[in-house]
Antibody, heavy 124, light 106 residues
Framework: EVQLVESGGGLVQPGGSLRLSCAASGFTFSSYWMSWVRQAPGKGLEWVANIKQDGLEKYYVDSVKGRFTISRDNAKNSLYLQMNSLRVEDTAVYYC?????????????????WGQGTLVTVSS | DIQMTQSPSSLSASVGDRVAISCRASQSISVYLNWYQQKPGRAPKLLIYAASSLQSGVPSRFSGSGSGTDFTLTISGLQPEDFATYYCQQSDTTPTFGGGTKVEIK
């Protein structure tokens, strides 16, 4: 059974940092692009970042460029999101997700695997 | 960035109804359009990919159509478990999602 389990969320002050993790099991993690997608409370979905199988290509939504860093450790079947200079508007549930069968050369596709999400709250 | 606009933002329907949700892209995305269902407190679930391909395990009452800038998700014979929020997402470029359509019980 495929499982993506996020952790690391919590309450942080504006300007602070947080590192999210996503532990994968039940599929060949190293074979797939991985993404972070977030959802602010009561709002819609927003793609945040993705990373290629070998970690050498990464893409970000403009609003997090220079503040967030996506990374992965294929030996540990884990995905990470380092979030610095956090803002109130970064408050959201953060999901890790993967398009495993339908995606383009930049890893943008249909997300068929999702984690359960971890809540990040940025507030003073 | 490509903007995705869904309509309506919410609708009320009865079990057995046929429901159609529209999604419009700000520029042509060919058929790089996917549909998701999300229930409260849960992660989204992929229903349709490439505009009209049914994801494995998804009931055949769900169907998708369209190309270019205009797309439709249709639920033929709404079931109690279908009351949820539906999102479209383009995957032609950096992914963007529509604002969602909440399907409620009439």
């Amino acid at each position: 059974e495929v499982q993506l389990v996020e952790s690391g969320g919590g309450l942080v002050q504006p300007g602070g940092s947080l590192r999210l993790s996503c532990a994968a099991s039940g599929f060949t993690f190293s074979s797939y692009w991985m993404s972070w997608v977030r959802q602010a409370p009561g709002k819609g979905l927003e793609w945040v970042a993705n990373i290629k199988q070998d970690g050498l290509e990464k893409y970000y939504v403009d609003s997090v460029k220079g503040r967030f860093t996506i990374s992965r450790d294929n030996a540990k079947n884990s995905l990470y999101l380092q979030m610095n200079s956090l803002r109130v508007e970064d408050t959201a549930v953060y999901y890790c997700a993967s398009p495993t069968f339908y995606y383009n050369g930049r890893g943008h596709g249909a997300f068929d695997y999702w984690g359960q999400g971890t809540l990040v709250t940025v507030s003073s | 960035d490509i903007q995705m606009t869904q309509s309506p933002s919410s609708l009320s329907a009865s079990v057995g109804d046929r429901v159609a949700i529209s999604c419009r892209a700000s520029q042509s995305i060919s058929v790089y359009l996917n549909w998701y269902q999300q229930k409260p407190g849960r992660a989204p679930k992929l229903l349709i990919y490439a505009a009209s391909s049914l994801q494995s395990g998804v009931p055949s009452r769900f169907s998708g159509s369209g190309s270019g800038t205009d797309f439709t998700l249709t639920i033929s014979g709404l079931q109690p478990e279908d009351f949820a929020t539906y999102y479209c997402q383009q995957s032609d470029t950096t992914p963007t999602f529509g604002g969602g359509t909440k399907v409620e019980i009439k």
